[in-house]
């Protein structure tokens, strides 16, 4: 009998990419979020205990058709309570899934529908959005793909999530210390294990002259990757699940801030018995993040450039008559924050760190508590300078609308809903505020978000 655990266990597509099937499923797929143990590590560990969507890590990828609802019941088997954000969705504010501001947490046993549309084609994520920074870095996250409607023409995708952890090189178990104070206060939580899809070194047969799409998704707490191609040509399609207008060529490396998705459209050029590489850059030094082995040759050879995605629907921002708006990023340490109020109070950055804060934004810790960064009436044109006065990068993520990153001369950047801004550097973007609700506005380091980098923007 087909039950709903071996439907869980057994299926990597909750969701079929066929229409037909799709429309067969029952109501609401069960996503349980549950404890499991994965081997990350060779067999001489331990296996690594973990917390999954699906008991798996990635957790079950879920993958839909654009414009097509996605049903999913979450079911909490976890010993904490958790809720599920579709990051990168323009969905209705009370399926965001924000525990705290669009819902309550859902507690142990408990189970809650999510029951949306997914307009816009593209690469996206979902993932646990109560106490985020120890729930993702537990592993409480996984794919969403939204597929054109078009065919494209490549030969295969691979869906590649990127991650890494702070595995204990006794015990092989994730590092417990969620709220380190180090992570808290500088960089983020960085893992000293990195993998793709769960399996360090992934490795994955090709053959020469094949295309293929990329989907690579950052799911990491707080890791830049930076990536470079060898062996393979390609081209940038969409950033954030949001396609580019022009496909653009890729050369030399691209940085994914967390939470920030890319898709490539890459051909094989490496020959036959060669192996081809996704390669992480990590302090000027190459690693295979992914490794193709190639082991044959494709008849058809592309190499013209691919024609760009099927854009999505989207308002033009009216930058004349926009709203302007200024966000202030301070604190963290080797910062200049002095004093920032938090719970009524103005604190010196002493005792904001005796609290267990560490930065403010425009002068306030308060983050989910404080006053809203913006208040917009649907359909204004917001546009916010942002500037990171910190030592760190950051990547500041809008929910419910994407986002265009403002370049010289007011010209109009890629659309996305993550944007990694450098620390001293200034960032301006703008978007249209077409979704009504109360949306989050935050740093995705999740330790940052968890000491203060967090506001609301609010649509009526
Ligand atoms: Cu991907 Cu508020 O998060
Ligand atoms: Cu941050």
Redesign the pocket.
């Known amino acids: 009998m087909f039950t709903r655990r071996s439907f869980l266990v057994g299926s990597t597509a909750l969701m079929a990419a066929n229409p037909m099937m799709a429309a067969a499923q029952p109501r609401g797929n069960i996503l349980r979020a549950s404890t499991a143990n994965m081997r990350l590590l060779p067999a001489d560990y331990p296996e690594t205990g973990i917390w999954g969507f699906g008991g798996t890590m990635p957790g079950t990828e879920i993958r839909v058709k654009k414009g097509d609802p996605v049903q999913v019941t979450l079911e909490n088997d976890l010993p904490q309570a958790t809720s599920i954000?579709w990051?990168?969705i323009k969905i209705d504010n009370a399926m965001d899934g924000?525990s705290g501001l669009t819902q309550a947490a859902v507690p142990t046993g408990q189970s809650f529908n999510y029951d949306f549309v997914a307009p816009d084609a593209g690469t996206y994520?979902y993932?646990a959005?109560n106490r985020?920074f120890e729930q993702v870095a537990r592993g409480l996250y996984g794919a969403l793909i939204v597929e054109e409607r078009e065919a494209l023409d490549i030969d295969r995708e691979e869906v590649l999530v990127l991650d890494d952890w702070i595995l204990d090189p006794q015990t092989g178990q994730i590092d417990s210390n969620f709220d380190a104070t180090h992570a808290r206060s500088h960089a983020g939580r960085i893992g000293n294990f990195v993998a793709t899809n769960g399996i360090a070194g992934l490795s994955l047969s090709a053959q020469k002259n094949e295309r293929l799409r990329l989907r690579i998704i950052n799911a990491a707490n707080a890791r830049l990757f930076e990536l470079r191609l060898d062996g393979l040509e390609g081209w940038t399609v969409a950033l954030d699940g949001m396609p580019l207008d022009t496909p653009e060529a890729f050369a030399g490396s691209i940085i994914l801030g967390p939470?920030q998705r890319a898709d490539l459209i890459v051909d094989v050029v490496a020959e036959p018995g060669e192996t081809a590489n996704l390669v992480r850059i990590d302090q000027q030094e190459g690693f295979s993040q992914v490794a193709f082995e190639v082991n044959g040759q494709a008849s058809v050879t592309r190499r013209a450039s691919p024609a760009a995605l099927p854009p999505n629907d989207h308002q033009m921002v009216d930058l004349a008559n926009a709203r302007v708006f200024n966000l202030l990023m301070e604190g963290g340490a080797m910062g200049g924050l002095r004093t920032a109020y938090y719970q009524g109070k103005n604190l010196s950055f002493r005792q904001l760190v005796e609290a267990g804060q560490f930065w403010a934004f425009n002068g306030s810790a308060d983050g989910l508590d404080g006053v809203p960064l913006a208040e917009l009436a649907r359909g204004e044109t917001a546009r916010l300078t942002i500037y990171n006065d910190t030592s760190f990068p950051h990547a500041m993520?809008l929910?419910g609308m994407h986002f265009h990153e403002v370049l010289e001369n007011d010209v109009l950047g890629p659309l996305r809903d993550?944007s990694l801004i450098f620390g001293g550097e200034s960032r301006e973007i703008a978007f249209v505020a077409d979704n009504p609700g109360k949306w989050?506005f935050?740093c995705?380091m999740l330790s940052h978000?968890a000491s203060g980098m967090m506001t609301r923007v609010l649509v009526s």
């Open positions: 954000h990051h990168g924000v994520w993932h959005h985020s939470a993520h929910h993550t989050l935050h995705h978000a």
